[in-house]
């Protein structure tokens, strides 16, 4: 079946522009998450949404990071204004709700480079 | 932000040869996993331990779960080719809402 998908695989922004990048999860998996990769690092948690709603948020480094699911299923990580250190691979994770949950399937992630 | 430790950091393999990596931290997990990640890809799930003690196998993958609850370790037995890549370790923190903490990785290369 369909994994988790993400688009666009590659983006590049001058400094100051908006950025949205695209989460389309696993049909039917409740749980979605952001996490964000530095170059030679391990994954970090940005934010997390069962169905719509956004529950932890503790993750994302400033108040130019906003993370949305309206309906629940496709999820869009949007970054204002943005820096060179948010130069990175933007993974997106889902998972069913269920005692399995921390059983995350990731997608290709997002590589921004911001210049 | 809070990220395991993970050993080694780098390791070269000859097919056939048996690796071992680990994964330690300060605090007590309720579940780990492993990852491996392949260059420009994302992290595919190998493994997943839900008890302290639990010993689970995926083919030639085995992971452990320690009975502290503070480490995890991965063995590849027979390593062929396709082993190359980055192995993350990651765990989820009691309390938390799901979202998990990874180790920095190890990266596995052929032996030149």
């Known amino acids: 079946g369909a994994g988790v998908s993400q688009s666009?695989?590659?983006?590049?922004?001058?400094?100051?522009?908006?950025?949205?990048l695209r989460c389309?999860?696993?049909?039917?998996?409740?749980?979605?998450?952001?996490?964000?990769?530095?170059l030679g690092q391990g994954p970090e948690f940005?934010?997390?949404?069962?169905?719509?709603?956004?529950?932890?948020?503790?993750?994302?480094?400033?108040?130019?990071?906003f993370a949305e699911r309206p309906e629940g299923s496709v999820?869009?990580?949007?970054?204002?204004?943005?820096?060179?250190?948010?130069?990175?691979?933007?993974?997106?994770?889902?998972?069913?709700?269920?005692?399995h949950t921390y059983e995350q399937y990731f997608g290709p992630g997002t590589r921004l480079t911001v210049t | 932000g809070q990220q395991l430790n993970?050993?080694?950091?780098?390791?070269?393999?000859?097919?056939?040869?048996?690796?071992?990596?680990?994964?330690?931290?300060?605090?007590?997990?309720n579940t780990w996993l492993w990852y491996k990640q392949d260059p420009g890809e994302g992290p595919v799930l190998l493994i997943a331990l839900y008890k302290a003690g639990e010993l689970t196998s995926n083919g030639r993958l085995t992971a452990?779960?320690?009975?502290?609850?503070?480490?995890?370790?991965l063995n590849i037995s027979?390593?062929?080719?396709?082993?190359?890549?980055?192995?993350?370790c990651a765990g989820q923190l009691g309390g938390s809402q799901g979202n998990l903490i990874f180790g920095k990785g190890t990266k596995l290369s052929v032996k030149p």
């Open chain 2, 6 to 29: 993970q050993s080694p950091q780098s390791m070269f393999i000859q097919e056939g040869e048996d690796v071992s990596m680990n994964c330690t931290s300060s605090s007590i997990f």
């Open chain 2, 64 to 73: 452990q779960f320690g009975i502290t609850r503070k480490d995890s370790f």
């Open chain 2, 78 to 88: 027979a390593s062929i080719p396709s082993d190359v890549g980055i192995y993350f």
């Open chain 1, 24 to 38: 389309d999860p696993i049909s039917g998996h409740v749980s979605l998450f952001w996490y964000q990769q530095a």
């Open chain 1, 75 to 99: 999820s869009t990580l949007k970054i204002q204004r943005t820096q060179q250190e948010d130069s990175a691979v933007y993974l997106c994770a889902s998972s069913l709700a269920s005692r």
């Open chain 1, 46 to 65: 940005l934010t997390y949404f069962q169905n719509e709603a956004q529950l932890d948020k503790s993750g994302l480094p400033s108040d130019r990071f």
């Open chain 1, 8 to 20: 666009p695989r590659y983006k590049v922004a001058k400094r100051g522009q908006d950025v949205a």
